[in-house]
C-alpha cells in the first residue's frame, strides 16, 4: 500500500490532508515535533514520526518506505525560528533527503501569486522553493491556495461573536478563501492523476470576497453588529521597519510584510476550470464561504442557546433549594 509523509500534519491544512488520506486508504505517517501535540493524528490511525524540518538529521529516517510527501508546513508565528530557517532551509533539506530517499511524488503548497511580491519574505521563499523543487529532479505538483476559510473563524466569527474589535486594513484585496477539506481533496486526487505531475495549479474557492462582504456576512449571520477598527496602513509599515532593528522582531516584521500584499486592492482570485478538470473534480462539490459560515454560526449560536438553558435551569434549581426567609 502507498506510504504518504504527511509534513505539518498538526496544522490547519495538514490535519484535513491526514484525515482524506486515511478515508482514501492510503497508508499516512507524520513527522511530527511534538507526539503530544499530534496524538489525535494516531488516534485516526496514522504513524507517527519525530522530525524538525530544522534539523536535516531528522528527515532519511522519516523517509525509508515513503512513496509520496505532502508538505504543508509552514513557519509558526509564535515559534522563535524565522520563515526563512524553516520555509527555505527546512524546506530545501526536505526536498534534497526526497531526492536521495528516491521518493516517487512530492506535493508543496505554495501561494498564489507569490511571484509578484518579491519584496515580502513569505512570497520571494515560495517562489525561490517552487523553483527548486521543479529543478530538483523530484516529480512533484505545486498548489497555489490563497487564503482559508478556517482563518476567518479567529479574524472575524470569534470577534463578532464576543463583540471584541474587529481590525481591517484601510483597503485590503478581495480574496477567494477555499475550505481547507476542498484543498486535501485536491492534494490526495494529485496522487492519483498523472496529468498533475510536474504541474503548477491555483487552487481558490468560487469568489474572492472582500473584508467589508465577509464582516456584513457574519453580522447576519450572528445577528451582531461588527465593531470594525481600521488600521491604518503606515502605522503597519512603521511597525514593520521598527521592529526590523530587534532579534525578537524579525518574525513580526516579516509577517508585517504580509500587509503589502492585501493593500494592492489586487483581488487574490484565479480561474479553476481547467483544474477542476483536470482533477476530475465537481466545482459544485466545494464549499461556499456562505456555507461554511453559515454552518458555523449555527453549530455555535445552538451551542450558545444549550449553554444558557443550562445556566437557567442551575440558576432556577439552585433558588428552590435556598431556603425562604421568615419574617
Ligand atoms: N493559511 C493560509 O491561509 C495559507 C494560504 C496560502 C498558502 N498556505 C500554505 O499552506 C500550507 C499550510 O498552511 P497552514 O496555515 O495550514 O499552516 P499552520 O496551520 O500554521 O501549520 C504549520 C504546520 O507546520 C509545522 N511546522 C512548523 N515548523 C516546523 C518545523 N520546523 N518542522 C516540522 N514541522 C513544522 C507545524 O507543526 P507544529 O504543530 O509542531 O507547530 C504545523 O503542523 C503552508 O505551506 C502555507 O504556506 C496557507
Given at each position: 500500500m502507498t506510504l504518504l509523509l504527511i509534513v505539518g500534519a498538526t496544522g490547519t491544512l495538514g490535519r484535513q490532508v491526514v484525515r482524506r488520506a486515511l478515508d482514501e486508504g492510503y497508508r499516512v505517517r507524520c513527522l511530527v515535533r511534538s507526539f503530544k501535540k499530534a496524538a489525535f493524528l494516531k488516534e485516526w490511525g496514522a504513524e507517527l514520526v519525530p522530525g524538525d524540518?530544522?534539523?536535516?538529521?531528522?528527515?532519511p529516517p522519516a523517509l525509508i518506505g515513503v512513496t509520496a510527501i505532502i508538505d504543508a508546513a509552514t513557519n509558526r508565528p509564535t515559534d522563535s525560528l524565522s520563515i526563512k530557517q524553516v520555509d527555505w532551509d527546512g524546506k530545501v533539506a526536505l526536498i534534497q533527503a526526497a531526492k536521495a530517499a528516491e521518493v516517487e511524488r512530492f506535493i508543496f503548497f505554495s501561494i498564489l501569486d507569490a511571484q509578484n511580491y518579491p519584496d515580502v519574505p513569505l512570497m520571494e521563499i515560495k517562489r525561490c522553493t517552487e523553483l527548486f523543487l521543479s529543478e530538483a529532479g523530484l516529480n512533484y505538483t505545486i498548489l497555489r491556495p490563497c487564503g482559508f476559510m478556517q482563518g476567518l473563524i479567529t479574524q472575524y466569527a470569534i470577534p463578532i461573536l464576543e463583540r471584541q474589535a474587529v481590525w481591517v486594513t484601510g483597503e485590503s484585496s478581495p480574496i477567494a478563501y477555499m475550505d481547507t477539506q476542498d484543498v486535501a481533496k485536491f492534494a490526495i486526487r494529485a496522487l492519483s492523476v498523472p496529468e498533475t505531475e510536474g504541474q503548477t495549479f491555483p487552487l481558490v474557492g468560487s469568489r474572492a470576497w472582500s473584508a467589508e462582504e465577509i464582516i456584513s456576512l457574519c453580522e447576519r449571520l450572528s445577528g451582531q453588529e461588527a465593531r470594525v477598527t481600521r488600521m491604518p496602513l503606515n502605522l503597519l509599515r512603521t511597525m514593520r521597519h521598527v521592529s526590523r532593528f530587534f532579534q525578537w522582531g524579525w518574525n513580526l516584521a516579516d509577517r508585517l510584510a504580509f500587509t503589502e500584499v492585501l493593500v494592492?486592492?489586487?483581488?487574490?482570485n484565479a480561474e479553476m476550470d481547467d483544474v477542476y478538470r483536470v482533477f476530475g473534480l465537481d466545482p459544485q462539490e466545494t464549499t461556499t464561504l456562505e456555507n461554511y459560515l453559515q454552518e458555523y454560526f449555527s453549530r455555535i449560536l445552538k451551542k450558545l442557546k444549550e449553554l444558557d438553558y443550562e445556566k437557567n435551569k442551575t440558576k432556577k434549581q439552585a433558588g428552590k433549594r435556598s431556603p425562604v426567609k421568615k419574617s
Open positions: 524540518l530544522c534539523d536535516p538529521q531528522s528527515l494592492t486592492g489586487r483581488p487574490l
